[in-house]
Nanobody, 121 residues
Framework: QVQLVESGGGLVQAGGSLRLSCVAS????????MGWYRQAPGKERELLAT???????DYADSVKGRFTVSRDNAKNTVYLQMNSLKPEDTAVYYC???????????????WGQGTQVTVSS
């Protein structure tokens, strides 16, 4: 069984920084893309950033230049460094990863439970 466990959310003032982490635990055979989404109250879930196994990354325009996604393949961990945070960044942040467990060696998408990020003005 594979689980994604996020950490690092919290309350920060505008202009501050936070670093989110997401660890894939369980019997992981392989991992492809890993990324981060967020969902604010009353809004749809938004894709923020994706990092691929070769460390290349894509970003949404809303966070480009402020957020940096990275991964540690040996630790099955993805990070999201968030700088210059704004009140409109307040949301629940979710990690997502394409993982093949040893159970069937087939790739599936998994979600973390979400971590709250609140940016005060």
């Amino acid at each position: 069984q594979v689980q994604l466990v996020e950490s690092g959310g919290g309350l920060v003032q505008a202009g501050g920084s936070l670093r989110l982490s997401c660890v894939a635990s369980g019997t992981v055979f392989g991992t492809r893309s890993m990324g981060w989404y967020r969902q604010a109250p009353g809004k749809e879930r938004e894709l923020l950033a994706t990092v691929f196994s070769d460390q290349s990354a894509d970003y949404a325009d809303s966070v480009k230049g402020r957020f940096t996604v990275s991964r540690d393949n040996a630790k099955n961990t993805v990070y999201l460094q968030m700088n210059s945070l704004k009140p409109e960044d307040t949301a629940v942040y979710y990690c997502n990863a394409e993982i093949a467990p040893y159970a069937d060696f087939r790739y599936h998408f998994y979600w973390g439970q979400g971590t709250q990020v609140t940016v005060s003005s």
